[in-house]
């Protein structure tokens, strides 16, 4: 992976881009010694790393909108930042690079229950805004499984999913309006507690936009009411195969379960040892769950009892409490920690056609053999989005090389069968140079008018999203 | 009028690329009276492309009736869970309604306040620009976060980055039972508060309406589950009781409207705040229903009213369905977004081919 060389005419002004900086906003919002830059050199993508020249911690929209028109006037690229939990790279500086955080716009700044909206500053955790309604008998359905980390920010840059959307959806579904600052310093109110948009819908374009198109201090959110109950159960099945049949059957029945959750024995193991959730040990275990009263999760559990048994299930397990519930959850959602106490892993995020899961995960096999390195694979069965682990050996010289080789393989099948590159980690620096295998150079181009026309300079975080050599020229 | 129908997409970049003068461009012309333009028909781009009921998704040229669709995705109890409204009872106008159509406009029903609008369901887009190229972008599968999202940004614009040729959807299955709940209701303050109140409960209502004489509440899923949660919403509602009757098709085209000779004005608002305009409306003599638990109003007004300057106060904006006169049909935007809307109709379509009429 290769990232632009930092522009020498920028490095040379460091001091002075410092200067004026620190000039227009308070002293302690502008880092600029290298020892609390390298906080800021990765994201979750630990593979790569890069300290920007800057770090700017603003504490309001008017803060962002003086220091991006600071970066625009001296045609400084700025790299915006939520939580730093990207998987894919989507905040990883480049040494010329301002990096601008939204870690300290926390605040709730309305909630309202009988309109269903909360409206907060996007450097609030995904999970701290259900904790903001939770009480009153609501929650913000997104659920990343980083949520306890990861800021509404990064959520709405990646168009952020989780284990329950399958019913909920993502988050450009669950997304009314942002308060938005361009790269130039304007700020732009787009949409609001209300549902459609007047003319273009831009919302649209702007959540998922990796960052790319401006920093987005402010969002008004749906919130729903929660379920009466929800209850997950538990399948086992003694091979991939027969699980992602089944899951077919289950959608095709008119039953829609919340979430539809699957795991292969190398991730059931590592996951059962970190949380004790009483995981069978099989082939293929699903993990389904339903909501509604007490009567209508019965129900619900009946009908997709019975057609898992057409399948003939090694173990079917109904959750029996509110902490058998809960742990099952917390395996699943422990599964990447959960495999990185036992191995290096690079995971991957790609989505397929649900139907065609059992061929994708023979295939999948086949190249794990080829390389000879382990997968484990744990993925949101309901909706194809897969996560498979590779396992490698970051210490071993040429391993690192050789699983992303085998990664890039896995995705390339993703998009041969019907599916994308990325379901919900975003494409960022990771899978930058796979989109040609997804796109033509003419979807791509224009992909990049959208761009040219929030970031006319290319600024904000321009060497991601894009194959450098479809950009250069744009770029700076 | 001169009506190209391209037989295929390529013969429809060409048809763009050979043209020097705007184009109305025509899906089944449910929503435009006569064009004074060349028409760019996507009739002849009609037709299911794939169907895959076992992963809920649909993959259909944009040309196709919206009757086509619903009549093979009922074939597998499956449905378009937005439930796009069908303009020609308030419009008077003839013609299929088709799904590019649809989707051109965003058109979503009573069910938008649950389930979501046509956007939500989209999953990609397969559009020609104004300069005949091509895109590609989406797709078929339900999580896809792989560059930006083209697709939905064409909900809604009205072709006017480009003419759709093709759409992904994700369908949902037909509910074993359909439950509507009416409330004698006449105040639609009230109505809006009682139906927060439903939209609020965990009973998953899918319709909640206005209709200016009752509150309207929908509850869809399997039977045993439906009689479950009307029990519970009528203990919740005081004075609420099941009708027969199958309200919500009238509710979602505007259709009590539709009789009067005056403007049809949609009007997306904070639900609160449909409350607040229907007392202001109503109290100046216009005939108004509420739809999405007050989120959306619509109001028959005299011809000629100005509705934005009744509701500067309020946010939210509001839509022309019918009508004529110098009042912009859509709500203008402002400057600086109206500035990124324009600048993207710049790029995508520089010679203003697709550019609306009037």
Redesign the interface.
């Known amino acids: 992976m290769e990232l632009p060389r930092p522009n020498p005419m920028v490095l040379e002004r460091r001091a002075e881009i410092v200067a004026r900086l620190k000039e227009a906003l308070p002293a302690d919002t502008v880092i600029d010694d290298p020892r609390g830059l390298v906080a800021y050199e990765c994201d979750a993508l630990t593979a790569y790393r890069c300290p920007p020249l800057a770090v700017v911690l603003p504490r309001s929209t008017d803060e962002v909108a003086a220091a991006l028109r600071i970066c625009h006037a001296m045609d400084v690229p700025v790299v915006p930042r939520g939580a730093g939990t990207s998987l894919a790279g989507g905040s990883l500086p480049t040494a010329d690079a301002v990096v601008i955080g939204v870690a300290r716009l926390t605040e709730v700044l309305e909630t309202?229950?009988?309109?269903?909206?909360i409206r907060l500053q996007t450097g609030r955790t995904n999970l701290s805004v259900t904790g903001a309604v939770e009480a009153d008998?609501?929650f913000y359905a997104p659920d990343p499984s980083s949520q306890l980390a990861c800021a509404i920010s990064g959520n709405i840059g990646?168009?952020s999913?989780g284990a329950h959307?399958?019913k909920y959806?993502?988050t450009?579904?669950n997304l009314l309006g942002v308060t938005m600052v361009?790269m130039d310093g304007?700020?732009?109110?787009?949409g609001?507690?209300?549902?459609?948009?007047?003319?273009?819908?831009?919302l649209?374009?702007i959540?998922?936009?990796e960052g790319q198109l401006g920093i987005v201090t402010e969002a008004t959110l749906r919130i729903l009411?929660?379920?009466?109950g929800a209850r997950p159960v538990l399948m086992g099945f003694d091979s991939s195969r027969v699980a992602g049949a089944c899951v077919?059957?289950i959608?095709?029945a008119?039953?829609?379960p919340v979430a539809i959750e699957f795991m292969d024995r190398p991730c059931i193991r590592a996951c059962e040892a970190f949380a004790h959730a009483g995981y069978p040990d099989v082939e293929a275990l699903l993990i389904i769950e339903v909501e509604?009263?007490p009567?209508?999760i019965d129900?619900?559990l009946r009908l997709i009892r019975e057609i898992a048994e057409r399948h003939a299930p090694e173990v079917i397990r109904e959750s029996t409490s509110a902490e058998e519930s809960a742990a099952i959850w917390l395996g699943r959602k422990s599964a990447f920690g959960a495999m990185g106490q036992i191995n290096d892993y690079m995971c991957l995020d790609g989505?397929?056609?649900?139907?065609e899961l059992p061929l994708v995960l023979e295939r999948i096999g086949e190249l794990s053999a080829q390389y000879g390195l382990g997968v484990a694979n744990v993925f949101?069965a309901g909706?194809?989005?897969m996560h498979p682990l590779i396992l490698f050996d970051a210490n071993k010289p040429g391993d690192l090389e050789l699983c992303e080789q085998m990664g890039a393989d896995i995705l390339r099948l993703c998009v041969e069968v019907?599916?994308?590159?990325?379901?919900?980690?975003?494409?960022g620096v990771e899978?930058r140079d796979l989109?040609t295998v997804?796109?033509?150079r003419?979807?791509?181009?224009?992909?990049l008018?959208?761009?040219?026309?929030?970031d006319p300079k290319w600024l904000l975080n321009a060497a991601k999203?894009?194959p450098l050599a479809v950009t250069e020229g744009r770029r700076p | 009028m001169t009506v190209i129908t391209p037989a295929s997409e390529a013969e429809l970049a060409d048809a763009v690329r050979s043209a020097n003068a705007p184009f109305a461009i025509r899906g089944g012309g449910t929503r435009s009276p006569a064009a004074t333009r060349p028409v760019l028909s996507t009739a002849a781009l009609s037709g299911v492309v794939l169907y895959?009921?076992?992963?809920?998704?649909l993959v259909v040229k944009a040309g196709t009736p919206l009757a086509e669709v619903e009549a093979v995705l009922a074939e597998?109890?499956q449905r378009l869970a937005f439930e796009p409204m069908d303009h020609r009872p308030v419009l008077g106008t003839s013609g299929e309604p088709t799904i590019g159509g649809a989707l051109a406009v965003?058109a979503?029903g009573p069910r938008?306040?649950q389930a979501?609008?046509a956007?939500?369901f989209l999953l990609g887009a397969v559009f020609v620009?104004g300069e005949g190229?091509?895109?590609?972008?989406g797709?078929?599968?339900?999580?896809?976060?792989?560059?930006?999202?083209?697709a939905?940004?064409q909900?809604?614009?009205r072709g006017?980055?480009g003419v759709l040729t093709e759409l992904s959807f994700k369908v949902?299955?037909?509910p074993?039972r359909v439950a509507t709940l009416a409330l004698a209701c006449d105040d639609p303050s009230r109505a809006v508060?009682e139906m927060?109140r439903a939209?609020?409960?965990?009973y998953e209502v899918t319709g909640a309406a206005w209709d200016a004489a009752r509150m309207l509440l929908r509850i869809e899923g399997?039977a045993?589950?439906v009689s479950?949660r009307a029990g519970e919403l009528a203990r919740l509602i005081p004075g609420l009781v099941p009708v027969d009757e199958d309200p919500w098709p009238a509710l979602r085209d505007g259709a009590a409207l539709a009789e009067t000779q005056r403007d049809i004005w949609r009007i997306?608002?904070?639900?609160?705040h449909g409350a607040i305009l229907a007392e202001r409306l109503c109290g100046a003599g216009a005939k108004v229903t509420l739809d999405?638990g007050g989120?959306?109003l619509w109001a028959a007004v005299a011809p000629g009213t100005d509705l934005r300057a009744q509701m500067a106060d309020l946010?939210?904006?509001a839509?022309r369905l019918r009508g004529e006169g110098n009042i912009p049909a859509?709500?203008p935007?402002?400057a600086?977004?109206?500035a990124?809307?324009a600048?993207?109709r710049?790029?995508?379509d520089p010679r203003g081919l697709f550019a609306p009429e009037g």
């Not at chain 1, 003419?442 to 992909?447: R, S, V, Y």
């Not at chain 2, 190229?133 to 972008?137: H, L, Y």
């Not at chain 2, 939209?199 to 965990?202: A, E, W």
């Open positions: 309202d229950y009988a309109d269903r909206i008998g609501f990646m168009n999913g959307c399958l959806g993502v450009t579904n361009l304007t700020v732009v109110e787009i609001g507690a209300y549902m459609d948009a007047g003319d273009l819908d831009l649209s374009v959540c998922g936009s009411p929660k379920p009466e077919s059957d959608i095709e008119g039953v829609l509604g009263s009567a209508e129900h619900q989505t397929i056609p649900v139907t949101h909706d194809g989005n019907g599916g994308c590159l990325t379901g919900e980690h975003g494409v899978k989109m997804q796109f033509s003419e979807d791509l181009e224009a992909q008018k959208v761009k040219d026309v929030f999203v894009f | 895959e009921p076992g992963a809920l998704t597998k109890s965003n979503s938008r306040v979501g609008a956007r939500d620009d190229t091509r895109v590609r972008n797709g078929r599968v339900m999580k896809n976060v792989t560059g930006y999202d083209l939905r940004l909900a809604g614009a006017t980055l949902l299955p037909v074993e508060a927060a939209l609020g409960s965990p399997f045993e589950s479950y997306s608002l904070r639900a609160s999405w989120a959306l946010g939210g904006h839509t859509l709500h935007d402002p600086p977004v109206a990124l809307a600048g993207l710049q790029k995508f």
